[in-house]
Nanobody
Framework: VQLQASGGGLARAGGSLRLSCAASGRTLRSYYVMGWFRQAPGKEREFVATISRGGGSTDYADSVKGRFTISRDNAKNTVYLQMNSLKPEDTAVYYC?????????????????????WGQGTQVTVSS
């Protein structure tokens, strides 16, 4: 499975960006839990948001709740992260991940160690 993340860039505080992550690969026969994580310089990778296989269940880190929205288009095998009201502390490299164990269509995964594949990361920089 390959994940291709895009959409990062430079934004001002209060602005918006939309990240995309497209999944592909011969083994991609079903829909899987997907998530976004981020890593700021000198910090560990942290959970941002996750969405269930069917898209009906989502979960967010407290730091982004109410500002970020995760969604998916299963026909395109793509997950999105709409980021509004950006803050300088949102500056990080954002990674998308996919967890391929299957299970409930409502299951979400916050733990990074449970993800099986990762994208290459996309830089988000928010200026004050």
């Amino acid at each position: 499975v390959q994940l291709q993340a895009s959409g990062g860039g430079l934004a001002r505080a209060g602005g918006s960006l939309r990240l995309s992550c497209a999944a592909s690969g011969r083994t991609l026969r079903s829909y899987y839990v997907m998530g976004w994580f981020r890593q700021a310089p000198g910090k560990e990778r942290e959970f941002v948001a996750t969405i269930s296989r069917g898209g009906g269940s989502t979960d967010y880190a407290d730091s982004v709740k109410g500002r970020f929205t995760i969604s998916r288009d299963n026909a395109k095998n793509t997950v999105y992260l709409q980021m509004n009201s950006l803050k300088p502390e949102d500056t990080a490299v954002y990674y998308c991940g996919i967890e391929v164990s299957g299970g409930s269509m409502w299951r979400v995964v916050r733990e990074g160690s449970e993800y099986d594949y990762w994208g290459q990361g996309t830089q988000v920089t928010v200026s004050s």
